[in-house]
């Protein structure tokens, strides 16, 4: 059993987008995905606390595991720039969301046969709806790993902002490689309302006022998800489970970039 590195991973994963971008007919919505890891330790105990009570330990998918990966695959500006009109998402939109899915399931898939053939097993989980939809929470939440894992921080339009921003579809796994600790984010927090800065943007676009400064009405959110998909005639042919809005993602201070890390530079 040979070492591996993060590195290697990071390469691995910016190959395969590139190749999948020129395979769709659509050409693609991607940047350059972005990854962290964590080893497994004391950090992943609390997400039954913060995330579900039943939420998944680590371990729970694979016992020999040592390592979470957390990746994020960044939608291209002008897709997030044509989703930002309108108080209904855009036909684009709906197919991103699918083919981003799909993208980070054979990501996935891919990077645990990489890591097979190097002698280390790994576990993987849906980039989607895995969740309880009473308590709209999933039991392996991908934005919770990948806040641990330090890949990004949650924004009050709870959507989790990485250095290249919140416009985007998360994805994890566990592996037995010990990959160590390999942060991307150098912030306590990416929010400038969470900083006590002028913004709330999200909070004025979301069109059915789910999203206020310190609460989250997740009902209120998942039932507009629900009411784009039986009411738009132009995601009639995608699956029933494109549950797609993205208003509090269109062009935000957020959309592409860590707007407090941009904020300490400038002070600096």
Same mark, same amino acid.
């Given at each position: 059993?040979?070492? *591996?590195?993060?590195?290697?991973?990071?390469?691995?994963?910016? @190959?395969?987008?590139?190749?999948?971008?020129?395979?769709?007919?659509?050409?693609?919505?991607?940047?350059?995905?972005?990854?962290?890891?964590?080893?497994?330790?004391?950090?992943?105990? *609390?997400?039954?606390?913060?995330? *579900?009570?039943?939420?998944?330990?680590?371990?729970?998918?694979?016992?020999?595991?040592?390592?979470?990966?957390?990746?994020?695959?960044?939608?291209?500006?002008?897709?997030?720039? @044509?989703?930002?009109?309108?108080?209904?998402?855009?036909?684009?939109?709906?197919?991103?969301?699918?083919? =981003?899915?799909?993208?980070? %399931?054979?990501?996935?898939?891919?990077?645990?046969?990489?890591?097979?053939?190097?002698?280390?097993?790994?576990?993987? =989980?849906?980039? =989607?709806?895995?969740? #309880? @939809?009473?308590?709209?929470?999933?039991?392996?939440?991908?934005?919770?790993?990948?806040?641990?894992? %330090?890949?990004?921080?949650?924004?009050?339009?709870?959507?989790?902002?990485?250095?290249?921003?919140?416009?985007?579809?998360?994805?994890?796994?566990? $592996?037995?490689?010990?990959?160590?600790? %390999?942060?991307?984010?150098? $912030?306590? @927090?990416?929010?400038?309302?969470?900083?006590?800065?002028?913004?709330?943007?999200? *909070?004025?676009?979301?069109?059915?006022?789910?999203?206020?400064?310190?609460?989250?009405?997740?009902?209120?959110?998942? #039932?507009?998800?629900?009411? #784009?998909?039986?009411?738009?005639?132009?995601?009639?042919?995608?699956?029933?489970?494109?549950?797609?809005?993205?208003?509090?993602?269109?062009?935000?201070?957020?959309?592409?970039?860590?707007?407090?890390?941009?904020?300490?530079?400038?002070?600096?």
């Amino acid at each position: 059993m040979g070492k *591996i590195y993060v590195e290697d991973l990071r390469s691995f994963a910016e @190959e395969y987008v590139l190749a999948e971008q020129s395979r769709l007919e659509s050409g693609g919505w991607w940047q350059t995905p972005m990854l962290s890891s964590a080893p497994i330790d004391h950090r992943f105990d *609390i997400l039954p606390r913060v995330a *579900i009570d039943d939420h998944l330990h680590p371990h729970d998918l694979l016992r020999s595991a040592r390592s979470v990966v957390a990746i994020f695959i960044p939608f291209e500006p002008d897709l997030i720039e @044509e989703n930002k009109d309108g108080e209904r998402p855009c036909r684009n939109w709906g197919l991103a969301y699918v083919e =981003t899915n799909n993208l980070i %399931n054979g990501l996935s898939q891919s990077l645990e046969s990489f890591l097979g053939k190097k002698g280390f097993k790994s576990a993987l =989980t849906p980039a =989607t709806h895995n969740f #309880n @939809e009473e308590k709209l929470m999933a039991r392996w939440s991908h934005k919770h790993l990948a806040h641990l894992s %330090n890949l990004g921080r949650f924004g009050t339009h709870n959507m989790l902002i990485t250095p290249v921003g919140c416009a985007g579809r998360l994805g994890s796994f566990v $592996t037995e490689a010990d990959l160590g600790d %390999n942060a991307v984010m150098d $912030t306590d @927090e990416a929010c400038l309302l969470k900083v006590g800065r002028k913004c709330g943007k999200c *909070i004025d676009a979301c069109p059915v006022d789910a999203l206020e400064a310190k609460s989250f009405q997740s009902r209120r959110c998942w #039932n507009r998800l629900n009411e #784009n998909r039986d009411l738009l005639d132009y995601f009639s042919d995608l699956p029933k489970s494109t549950h797609v809005c993205g208003k509090c993602a269109a062009i935000m201070p957020c959309s592409f970039g860590n707007p407090v890390a941009k904020l300490y530079a400038n002070v600096e």
